[in-house]
């Protein structure tokens, strides 16, 4: 029998309503065996019932077929397996460890158990979801791809824990442990519905709880994605998967599916949770309204002590009215949203009214009485006591109200933006998230009368727009928000989220001056707002020292201790593996590299990739920046290799999480093209980056400074190259689009422009030029690092070798002298550059023992920073061979040349002056060893090159040439 055709067969009628089947396996079967062997899949298929738990006929007849053909597993790419844990809805469930040396770690492998081209749909579409979904409370994915067999699998963080039913079974928690507990698992619900994701499947078993207390949300494996290319499946081919005994009815009767779908599935589970009983004992999720009574009160359902889950009986009440709520047949009488169902659980816990309660004047006042019992009962005492607590606990209450009232219509906001997608919205087309934020943004205006919940659901928006890669209309938004800033009825908190939302966006397009403005703005609302607005007090001050970088007058080390300070100050508030934390440690890495302490940004960076790895997955956006920063402090520390692999798994997760041509991903691919020509592939990368300036020109008006770093990239790869022309030209085009943004060039982030600007210049010959754009190169450096550092003593020993090419030897000695002082203890690259100048310098002003301890320091400080073979090298090995011929050591000369010259040809053509002077001294080594003919043949080769030159370097090459007739 062709099981592929079996599959095919069986993928199709399942799809088709029962009294289609029949006539449809007569005319497509081949014979009666193949429609017999349809025909019972399908039988198994009816059978389905809670497929995690208890594991349906067609699962088993699946995996029985599956395994006798391919045997059980033991291998999936780096995994080995241990054991088998179970079979879930599409698929079996392995617990594997990682087996190729790396790094200990235990994970669980999801394989399907049998590949209909629905199940795999669906199981691609699980990967999908899970790479964007990063939560403390959401199992992450870890890694997939094929197996031996060609079948997809999924490697995702393996949860040692307990369905929550069993762990509250166990445990016995009151009611207080139970409700917060619970209330993280809503946490996670809700991050998913802000993330256009709606779970569709919500039970206890795919709430697992570890054995510290922390839950786990489990299984997208049916979850209902709406983005850019994800289409979802038919609802017949959902409700076969869903649990019936906690899917809401919408999901059996072709309702739209909104995240009140999933406030249903947890409204259920919350009631087992506190009675020990499913709501609707007697009935299926799928049960016609008419057909089934009205459940219990939990209150009423608990009396039973047997069934009950807690440690004492669910009281009469509110708690009853939250969870009738939330488990209304009617969707439209739910709570919205998780969030809205979390508030009035913790509004409850509180003691404050909740939105489920009808709410008399009578209600609210019992409520206030219960929380301030104890002012009131002093009031007895002291009248005046009483009526100061009586209106702190008014203005408390309204504060709690307003909370209340902004996250349930943010809520049904939000609820409202997943309806768009329902069939009869979108008249059966998928849409993509943009789609859905432009119909949601659409609808602000009908809370013009609330500008509080306006302003918070215009940042929300705004948000998501950034997340998803349009920071151009983000922008728009957050400065549509700018008319709430005076208005006195917009809570401060919200102020200073948006503002610190604004802060980094306009960092992320390269304009710090606006952002810090917008970053203070937000400190000062945070400040105004007091404890509630902690989180956005720690962002505000975060995003100011992130949007000083690059400004002139910068002391990095002072920043680096500042951040140190929040760093400390949240790890007490939030914890050490908190993402404030990691945030935190994000600024930390930004001030240590700018202030060149290389290593310990890189550590930093190891620390914070940890904490982001175990809060959100490797496949995350907060991972990928941790990488990035990783690959930059590698990168200064001359370990090419090791930035490349960084830079290399940045750009894959980026591309992952946000897509090929987003910014992000566009930002990593950059600085590993940069790597690559760090390694020597100089030829291979340049077409590499004409291509990606392509990409990057669609940014031109949104994030000039990106496309103006873009040009100054591909000026540095035309000067190794040795095309000068273009190298100038593509340099001035990167100043123009600087100037076009700022006003001037006058910046410092134009200052790596007009440095290569000046190289190339000066490798024209063209000094007088050359000498302008580094002395303004140097006065911007030295202006944004005010107490020194490797870049303005770098850009000094630059300006140095062009006084020297000048022939203006005091002069060049001067800048070159103080520049190798001041990079002592400094970055060991740059003081090998800069001893190499300072010995050349040395040696055409007639010092040569000088020239020798320079030249032979500036190697000992290359090969301790930089590998063999890297193109910076070649400098000191050039000086060092100069400062032996002086001293008339050619045979110790001779070696160092022709290292030199390996380094420098390729990339660099014959032409170039730089390797034409390496050919120069050769000639001089060969001839003060004996070897004419070799000399003279070389000579040959070079002296056309030099006369045809008209550069003034050409010309003192051709007398050292001459020299040695």
């Known amino acids: 029998m062709n099981r592929a055709r079996v599959d095919a067969l069986f993928a199709h009628a399942i799809d088709l309503r029962e009294d289609e089947r029949a006539d449809w396996l007569a005319r497509e079967c081949a014979d009666d065996a193949e429609r017999a062997h349809v025909e019972r899949l399908l039988r ?64 669980a492998i999801k394989r399907l158990a049998y590949p209909t ?140 599916i909104t ?29 016609s309204a008419g057909d089934v009574p009205d459940p219990l009160p939990p209150s009423a359902a608990s009396r039973d002590r047997r069934a009950a889950r807690t440690t004492g009986r669910v009281p009469r009440g509110d708690l009853d009215r939250i969870v009738l709520v939330a488990i209304a047949r009617d969707a439209s009488r739910r709570y919205a949203s998780a969030e809205a169902f979390a508030t009035d659980i913790r509004r409850y816990l509180d003691g404050r009214p909740v939105s489920a309660n009808p709410g008399s004047l009578g209600y609210r006042l019992r409520k206030f009485a219960a929380r301030n019992r104890y002012p009131l009962g002093a009031a007895l005492v002291v009248v005046a006591a009483c009526v100061a607590a009586t209106a702190v606990g008014w203005r408390q209450m309204q504060r709690a109200n307003e909370q209340a009232a902004r996250a349930q219509a943010a809520r049904q906001f939000l609820a409202g933006v997943f309806e768009q997608a329902g069939p009869n919205r979108s008249q059966g087309k998928p849409m993509t998230a943009h789609e859905l934020l432009e119909r949601g943004e659409q609808q602000l205006g009908r809370f013009g009368g609330e500008p509080a919940i306006e302003a918070d659901l215009t940042g929300l928006i705004a948000g998501l727009y950034w997340d998803i890669g349009d920071a151009e209309r983000a922008l728009a938004l957050l400065k549509q928000a700018d008319a709430a800033i005076d208005d006195p009825r917009v809570p401060d908190e919200i102020k200073a989220r948006n503002l610190v939302r604004r802060a980094m966006i306009e960092r992320r397009n390269k304009n710090n001056d606006v952002a810090v403005v917008h970053a203070r703005q937000a400190l000062d609302r945070a400040e105004r707002a007091g404890a509630v607005a902690a989180r956005e007090r720690s962002d505000a001050r975060r995003a100011i020292m992130l949007a000083t970088e690059g400004a002139a007058g910068v002391d990095y080390t002072a920043v680096a201790r500042d951040a140190q300070a929040l760093l400390a100050e949240d790890e007490a508030r939030f914890g050490g593996r908190s993402d404030m934390v990691a945030k935190d440690l994000g600024l930390l890495v930004v001030a240590l590299l700018n202030a060149g302490q290389y290593r310990a940004g890189v550590d930093a960076s190891r620390r914070a990739l940890e904490i982001d790895g175990a809060l959100y997955g490797e496949r995350s956006a907060a991972v990928s920046d941790d990488l990035f920063y990783i690959g930059m402090g590698l990168l200064q520390m001359a370990d090419f290799a090791g930035a490349e692999a960084a830079l290399e798994h940045c750009a894959a997760v980026r591309t992952d999480v946000y897509g090929a041509d987003n910014i992000e991903t566009i930002d990593a691919r950059t600085f590993v ?49 040795g095309r000068f022309a273009e190298a100038e030209s593509a340099q001035r085009e990167s100043l123009a689009i600087r100037a076009g943004k700022d006003g001037t060039n006058d910046s410092i982030a134009s200052r790596r422009a007009l440095s290569s600007l000046s190289d190339a210049l000066q490798l024209e010959g063209r000094y007088s030029e050359a000498e302008a754009a580094r002395r303004k190169t140097l006065a911007l450096a030295v202006a944004a690092y005010p107490t020194g ?50 010995a050349e310098a040395e040696l055409d002003a007639g010092h040569p023992d000088l020239a ?38 050619p045979a110790e000369a001779e070696p160092l040349l022709r290292e030199a010259l390996a380094v420098r040809s390729p990339p660099y053509p014959a032409h170039d002056p730089r390797v034409l002077e390496v050919k120069v001294a050769l000639v001089d080594a060969l001839t003060g060893l004996g070897r004419p003919a070799e000399a003279q043949a070389l000579r040959a080769e070079i002296e056309p090159l030099l006369k045809a030159s008209a550069t003034p370097y050409a010309k003192d090459l051709l007398e050292r040439l001459g020299a040695r007739r």
């Open 852 to 889: 020798f301890a320079a030249a032979t320091r500036g190697l000992e400080l290359g090969r301790a920073s930089m590998p063999r073979g890297q193109r910076r090298l070649a400098y000191p090995l050039f000086a060092l061979a100069r400062a032996e011929l002086a001293r008339e050591h």
């Open 117 to 256: 081209p629905g199940l795999l749909h669906r199981f691609r579409q699980e990967r999908q979801i899970l790479a964007r979904l990063e939560h403390a409370h959401i199992a992450r994915l870890i890694d997939g791809g094929l197996d031996a067999g060609g079948m997809p699998y999924l490697a995702m963080e393996y949860v040692d824990g307990v369905p929550i039913t069993r762990h509250v079974a166990d445990a016995a928690p009151d009611l207080k442990a139970l409700l917060e507990l619970f209330l993280r698992v809503c946490d996670a619900v809700q991050y998913a519905h802000q993330n256009l994701v709606v779970h569709r499947d919500l039970k206890p078993s795919n709430i697992f709880v570890t054995a510290d207390g922390t839950p786990k949300l489990l299984d997208f494996g049916i979850a209902k994605v709406l983005s850019a290319d994800t289409t979802d499946a038919p609802t017949q081919t959902v409700a076969r998967l869903l649990t019936p005994d906690y899917a809401a009815p919408e999901q059996f009767d072709g309702g739209a």
């Open 789 to 838: 550092g490797d870049v303005p003593n770098a850009e000094r020993g630059e300006l140095g070798n062009i006084l020297r090419l000048q022939h203006r030897h005091a002069e060049a000695l001067d800048e070159l002298r103080q520049a190798a002082t001041a990079l002592e203890g400094g970055s060991k690259v740059h003081a090998s550059m800069v001893q190499a100048q300072l």
């Open 44 to 107: 198994a298929d009816a059978s389905a019932g809670d497929f995690l738990e208890q594991p349906p006929a067609l699962v088993a007849a699946a995996v029985s077929g599956v395994v006798q053909e391919r045997g059980s597993p033991t291998v999936f790419g780096a995994y080995r397996v241990v054991r088998s844990i179970g079979v879930g809805g599409m698929g079996e469930v392995w617990l594997a460890e990682r087996d190729d040396g790396e790094f200990q770690q235990r994970v």
């Open 673 to 721: 093209l940069l790597v690559e020509e760090l390694l020597g592939r100089y030829a291979e990368v340049l077409p590499k980056r004409l291509q990606l300036l392509e990409d990057q020109r669609r940014f031109r008006d949104s994030n000039p400074g990106m496309l103006a770093d873009a040009y100054n990239m591909l000026g540095d790869s035309y000067v190794i190259l």
């Open 259 to 287: 995240t009140a779908t999933d406030v249903y599935a947890l409204g259920v589970v919350l009631y087992e949770l506190l009675t020990g009983r499913h709501p609707y004992r007697h009935a299926r999720g799928g049960a």
